[in-house]
């Protein structure tokens, strides 16, 4: 039992951890020079004989108070014990005179030995009649006295009753005077006694405490010594490890971006070349629609790429907001457009509420507020096969100062949620819906578009019914500016050339299918494309046939489009060409860099021909020239949501298709009446989407609208 | 005088310690004693009669110096067989002195209070039951000194006219003096006792009261003895008589005794009925 003890406490010993004093403590211990912890110890010293003779004082006035208290009583007691003695001698005496009956000698005796002693006030001697014997009364009265009583028996049955009252302030003359004795020799004493004691404490007691207390001030110097070896140590350790982390996150990610950009560059091609065959009108309609499956994929790896290189930028928290001025009322029309035609592809629609307060110009990050909208309106077109998305845009206070709060309301009356999926939805790569739904997305939208929405320091709230439909909404505070409102570049139809004089457009990048996209988008068009393979080149040509515009890639071999576009901004005679950066780069410091060395714009890669034609109009400021002017105005006219019907015998053939259930006849018929007009492009493409999808009862209600319509 | 004054002084504690053969010498050559009896203490009586001593001293061929007997009786003694010239004496030493060595020359007589004659008075506490003298029997009585005229003689007699003798008193103690039986009977260890008028007048207001007063008794007497010469005797007795009228006079005289008045001739028949009482009492 004992060892097992001595055991346990062994290696509790061990395990218990040497008790680290706090690191103030021993802080001033480490590396202050001698002089100045001699000059702590003398302090200290000092400090300790101050205490110690304050101690000592506390001590001796209580002593002395002690004393002095105890010394009166004792005083008191020894006089009484002395008058008493007194009237022992006093007493035979008188019992000796009684006895030979020698009053008057008593009585003279007493009166004298009264008169001798000062202290004495007044002196009775009582007869057991009560015949006052002696009645002695001092000449100057006292104020305080004390009694001293005594019978003296004389006889057999007499007595005297002696009383002396003595005067308490001659007493007390003594018990001051001795006091004062007292003091002086208590002083004395304890001075002599403090000084030894002073003397054996510093010199015998303190010394070998001080060499203990300095030998644990080494231990414990020691043990804090390992200790921030040990930090010091486990900082280093976490150092590394940081550093590790921090490159393993760098590395993560430039690997993202490498990615996304090496990733970008062949979409460049192939999104490219879809829209470069889209405008072919040799296709056929099943040609088309492979194109277009080209292009539909391409967007899609697209939206992917960028999906999750904005997730991982906010999770590193390198997502930032760049707020611009723009045109509320423009901005949220396009978008409209947009969706619009989106909703149109399917039995939906769409409807655009709007106040009339909205204020023209804000400030906000509008590639962001775009990117939310875009997100969260596209999938309420995705959700809802039937009935309604309404975008509401509200302004919440009416009151004239600036900043506004917007409310904006995606509404729709789609398939809804239950409360289970609605806790999921926000989750990264949650998708909930029927299958065929999800293929559509990457189940990143919804993450990213709250987090960009709460960087706006907004919510994004929702509420869904499941069946009914959802409703999705945030409030954003935003600063009113004037802002012009942009040139409207709308769809006007196919771009088929421009007005003016022939442009000559130079296309600088190291990749030739880079190249061909530009050249297949621009070519056509009427430019003369001239090309280059790297900056150097870049630099060369400019020089030689002076372009009117750049469009020049970033990353190059032999010499990058950053080092090309500050070479030709140095030249007098090229300073004022226009120059694009197209690049694949995501980097938003590029684009700022593109900016400060001159460029004029930026053409993020995959190109999109719409995106390029709308800068070159504004840069270079030609005039489109497009396919049909004339039917700009009837689309320009159509209110939204209306689909314009091909004509009467169209309609007929349509009928008779869908009774027949010839779903690839229908969608062939669409594309015949899709080359129709443009106005009727809406109407064919929604025949091509719902015949795909086999929705016969949809077709029919679609074409017997119109057929009824026609009759 | 200062000087005479100290040299007296001297001269008297010499006096008293002298054996008595050297005194006699010295009396028979120089000086004349004048004797009293121990009723105080020799210092006491020293202060009361230098004054007279004095007077005399100047008067008279030869200084006088004071001789205080060691007793009453001792006095009684050194009178009788002439030690001393001259003397003062109480009544009843006076009476006892004649009895026993017969007559001497009578010098004067004191008057106190105008009156050559003094009283005594028989004393009880203020509450005390008993009435009159008969009620003493079986009772405490104090006396002075035995041979006290007032505090043991003429009370003596007085009891024993009323038919109280001392056998029948259930004690009885002489106390020395007349202030001790004042307090005797106050303190209450008497219950009577005998005191001369002045001394029962001392304490009066203390708690005493008179259960009865003494016949009148001629107070004390100056006398001399066959040792002084005759021939001075009237000399002397002028001398005394002459305090009456003497400027210093009064001072020699209440300096004895406060109460004292004056000076008066004086008969041996004066003492007649103290001689009787003393004798009835013995």
């Keep these: 039992m004992v060892g097992k003890r001595a055991l346990r406490f062994g290696t509790m010993f061990e395990r218990v951890p040497p008790a680290y004093p706090p690191y103030e403590t021993t802080k001033h211990n480490n590396g202050v020079n001698p002089t100045m912890s001699k000059k702590n110890a003398s302090l200290q010293h000092g400090r300790l004989f101050f205490l110690f003779i304050l101690i000592l004082l506390i001590f001796f006035v209580f002593a002395s108070l002690l004393v002095a208290s105890q010394q009166r009583n004792l005083l008191l007691e020894n006089e009484k014990q002395h008058d008493n003695l007194e009237f022992d001698l006093i007493g035979e005496f008188i019992s000796e005179s009684f006895l030979k009956n020698d009053y008057v000698a008593v009585r003279q005796f007493l009166q004298n030995w009264s008169e001798k002693r000062e202290y004495i006030v007044t002196l009775t001697a009582t007869a057991k009649n009560g015949f006052q014997f002696v009645n002695y009364t001092r000449k100057n009265p006292a104020e305080n006295t004390y009694l001293v009583k005594r019978r003296v028996s004389f006889s057999q049955d007499n007595y005297l009753d002696l009383e002396i009252a003595n005067d308490l302030a001659s007493i007390e003359n003594i018990i001051n005077e001795l006091n004062w004795q007292l003091l002086l020799i208590f002083s004395i004493i304890m001075g002599l006694l403090g000084f030894i004691l002073w003397i054996t404490l510093t010199k015998i007691a303190l010394i070998p405490l001080e060499r203990e207390i300095s030998k644990r001030t080494e231990e414990l110097r020691q043990h804090r010594d390992h200790l921030e070896q040990l930090v010091l140590e486990r900082t280093q350790e976490l150092a590394t490890a940081k550093e590790i982390a921090e490159f393993a996150s760098r590395a993560k990610s430039d690997f993202l971006s490498n990615m996304s950009h090496e990733l970008r560059t062949p979409l460049n091609g192939i999104l490219g070349y879809a829209q470069i065959l889209r405008r072919d009108k040799e296709l056929s309609t099943q040609q088309l629609d492979g194109v277009n499956i080209i292009q539909q994929s391409g967007q899609h790896l697209l939206t992917l790429i960028n999906d999750i290189l904005d997730l991982s930028k906010i999770e590193a928290r390198k997502m930032e907001l760049y707020a611009t001025a723009f045109h509320l009322p423009n901005f949220l029309e396009s978008l409209a457009g947009i969706i619009n035609m989106r909703a149109q592809e399917k039995d939906t629609t769409f409807i655009y509420e709007h106040n009339n307060a909205l204020p023209s110009g804000v400030e906000a990050d509008e590639k962001r507020l775009r990117q939310v909208l875009i997100n969260l309106l596209g999938n309420a077109v995705k959700f809802t096969d039937q009935g309604t998305v309404t975008l509401r845009v509200s302004v919440l206070n009416d009151t004239p100062p600036t900043p506004k709060k917007i409310r904006f309301e995606i509404i729709d009356t789609g398939v809804g949620m239950t409360p289970e999926q609605l806790d999921k939805i926000f989750l990264p790569f949650e998708q909930v819906g029927e299958t065929e739904r999800r293929a559509a997305g990457t189940g990143l939208g919804l993450t990213i578009s709250r987090q960009l929405v709460e960087l706006m320091e907004s919510e994004l709230h929702v509420k869904s019914e499941l069946e009914k439909g959802s409703t999705f909404w945030f409030d954003l505070t935003l600063p009113v500016v004037t802002a012009e409102a942009e040139f409207k570049s709308s769809r006007r139809g196919e771009i088929i050339g421009y007005q003016g004089k022939r442009r000559k457009v130079l296309v600088v990048d190291d990749k030739h299918a880079n190249r061909l996209v530009l050249h297949g988008m621009l070519k056509p068009l009427g430019f003369e494309v001239i090309e280059a393979v790297n900056g150097k080149e870049e630099v060369e040509k400019a020089c030689e046939i002076h372009p009117d515009i750049i469009l020049t890639d970033l990353v190059m071999p032999v010499m990058t489009g950053f080092e090309a576009v500050q070479k030709i901004r140095q030249m007098p005679e090229l300073k004022d060409i226009i120059i694009v950066a197209a690049s694949a780069s995501v980097f938003e410091s590029d684009q700022e860099r593109c900016k400060i060395i001159g460029c004029n714009g930026f053409l993020p890669k995959p190109v999109e021909a719409d995106r390029l034609f709308c800068l070159m109009e504004k840069l270079l400021k030609v005039e489109w020239v497009y396919e049909d002017t004339k039917t700009e105005t009837i689309e320009e006219s159509s209110e939204v949501g209306q689909l314009v019907p091909p004509p009467a015998e169209e309609i007929a053939i349509l009928f008779e298709l869908v009774m027949d259930g010839d779903m690839r006849g229908i969608r062939k018929r669409a594309s015949v009446i899709e080359q129709r007009a443009p106005e009727l492009f809406p109407f064919a493409r929604k025949l091509q989407s719902l015949a795909k999808g086999f929705q016969e009862k949809q077709l029919l209600a679609l074409i017997e609208q119109f057929k009824e319509g026609g009759k | ?282």
């Design chain 2, 1 to 282: 005088m200062q000087k005479i004054f100290l040299y007296l002084f001297l001269a008297t504690f010499l006096c008293l310690l002298a054996p008595i053969s050297i005194a006699e010498q010295q009396n028979v050559q120089k000086y004349y004693v004048f004797g009293v009896h121990p009723y105080l203490t020799a210092k006491e009586l020293l202060e009361r009669f230098t004054l007279l001593v004095n007077y005399l001293s100047a008067e008279l061929d030869k200084p006088v110096v004071l001789r205080v007997a060691k007793t009453y009786a001792s006095h009684i003694e050194l009178v009788g067989n002439n030690q001393v010239d001259i003397a003062y004496m109480g009544p009843a030493p006076y009476v006892k002195l004649v009895k026993n060595y017969g007559h001497k020359p009578l010098i004067a007589k004191i008057q106190v209070k105008g009156q050559s004659t003094f009283q005594g008075a028989i004393i009880v506490a203020k509450n005390s039951p008993i009435k009159t003298l008969a009620d003493l029997r079986g009772k405490g009585f104090a006396f002075g000194s035995p041979n006290s005229t007032m505090s043991h003689f003429v009370p003596r007699f007085v009891l024993w006219k009323a038919g109280v003798t001392v056998p029948q008193l259930s004690h009885y103690k002489f106390i020395k003096n007349h202030d001790n039986v004042v307090l005797g009977v106050l303190l209450g260890e008497f219950e009577a006792g005998a005191v001369k008028k002045d001394v029962f007048n001392r304490y009066a207001k203390k708690g005493i009261k008179v259960l009865t007063w003494t016949p009148p008794i001629t107070v004390h007497v100056f006398v001399a003895t066959q040792r002084f010469p005759s021939q001075k005797l009237d000399k002397l007795r002028t001398l005394f008589l002459e305090l009456n009228n003497h400027r210093k006079g009064k001072t020699i005289l209440t300096s004895i005794k406060k109460s004292i008045t004056g000076v008066t001739t004086v008969k041996d028949e004066d003492y007649d009925e103290l001689r009787n009482i003393l004798q009835t009492v013995e």
